[in-house]
C-alpha cells in the first residue's frame, strides 16, 4: 500500500476579496511526481505556497506525513501555531523558485551548506561532504568554489536545486523553476529535475512545461478558477480529457 506524505481536503486561500483557492484536494503518495498545471492565475503558485506555509490559508487543512501543519483546533477554534512551529512544519518541505535567491557573496556550496549548519547544526565537514554530493546529483561537481555570478542562469538554478535538497525534506516543491531561463538552458534544468523524480524523490511541480509533466509525472493535476478540473494520468490529461476548459487550454501550450 502506498504511503501517504501529503494531504490537502478543502484548502480554502484568499487575499480579500479575491478567493483564489476554492475548496482543493489533493494527495501525494511518496515517490511520486505530481505536476500541476493551467493557466496563470488559477492558483498553482498559492497552492505551493500554502504548502510551504509562505501563505497562510483560511480554510481546510495540509498534512504532511498524518500530521496538520500551520494551524491547530480545538473544540472548533482555529489556531494558527506559533513562528517556531511553523519553522519546524516548513522544513518538511523544500521549495525552488522561479528566482534561484542564491546568496551572491557565497560560492555554491556555501550557499548549500548555511542552512546545514546554521539549521541542522551539521558539522562543517558533514555539511560540506552533503553539498559536494549534491552538486554532483544536480550535475555541478567542478563548480562547488564558484560564485552565482560566474554561473549560468540554469547552472544556478541547478545549485538552487542542490540547496533545497540537501536539507532532507519529504516532499520536493517546484514553482516554474524554468520560467526565468533562457530558452537553450531549460532542458539542463529538466533533467536535473526528472532524474531525481526517477530516483523515487516525492515532488509536487508547477511548470508550463508540457512535454516534460507528460513524461515526469505519476498524476497531473489541472488546475482552473481555484479548483481543481482535471486530475489523472498524463495520458487521461494530454490525450484522452473531454473537459472544455483543459482542452482550450492545452490547444495554447506546446505539448
Not at 49 to 65: D, H, M, P, S
Amino acid at each position: 500500500m502506498s504511503e501517504r506524505v501529503l494531504e490537502i481536503s478543502n484548502l480554502q486561500k484568499a487575499y480579500g476579496d479575491n478567493q483564489v483557492l476554492k475548496g482543493v484536494d489533493l494527495t501525494l503518495n511518496k515517490g511520486e511526481a505530481v505536476s500541476i498545471i493551467g493557466s496563470s492565475g488559477s492558483g498553482k503558485t498559492t497552492l505551493l505556497r500554502c504548502v510551504n506555509l509562505l501563505e497562510e490559508f483560511q480554510g481546510g487543512t495540509i498534512k504532511i506525513a498524518d500530521k496538520a501543519i500551520g494551524y491547530t483546533e480545538a473544540k472548533g477554534k482555529r489556531t494558527r501555531i506559533s513562528n517556531r512551529e511553523i519553522t519546524k512544519d516548513r522544513a518538511l518541505t523544500g521549495m525552488v523558485f522561479q528566482s534561484f535567491n542564491l546568496f551572491p557573496h557565497l560560492t555554491a556550496v556555501q550557499n548549500i551548506t548555511l542552512s546545514l549548519k546554521k539549521v541542522q547544526k551539521k558539522s562543517n565537514a558533514e555539511a560540506l561532504e552533503i553539498a559536494n554530493h549534491w552538486l554532483e546529483r544536480v550535475g555541478l561537481p567542478d563548480r562547488g568554489d564558484s560564485f552565482p555570478g560566474q554561473l549560468s542562469g540554469g547552472q544556478q538554478q541547478r545549485v538552487a536545486i542542490a540547496r533545497a535538497i540537501a536539507m532532507n525534506p519529504l516532499i520536493m516543491l517546484f514553482d516554474e523553476v524554468t520560467s526565468a531561463l533562457d530558452p537553450e538552458l531549460i532542458n539542463e534544468v529538466l533533467d536535473v529535475i526528472k532524474t531525481l523524480a526517477g530516483d523515487g524523490m516525492t515532488m509536487l511541480i508547477v511548470t508550463h512545461e508540457m512535454r516534460f509533466a507528460y513524461e515526469v509525472s505519476k498524476k497531473v493535476i489541472f488546475m482552473n478558477d481555484g479548483v481543481i478540473g482535471v486530475e489523472g494520468t498524463p495520458d487521461e490529461v494530454f490525450k484522452n480529457s473531454n473537459n472544455e476548459r483543459l482542452v482550450a487550454f492545452l490547444k495554447n501550450t506546446k505539448f
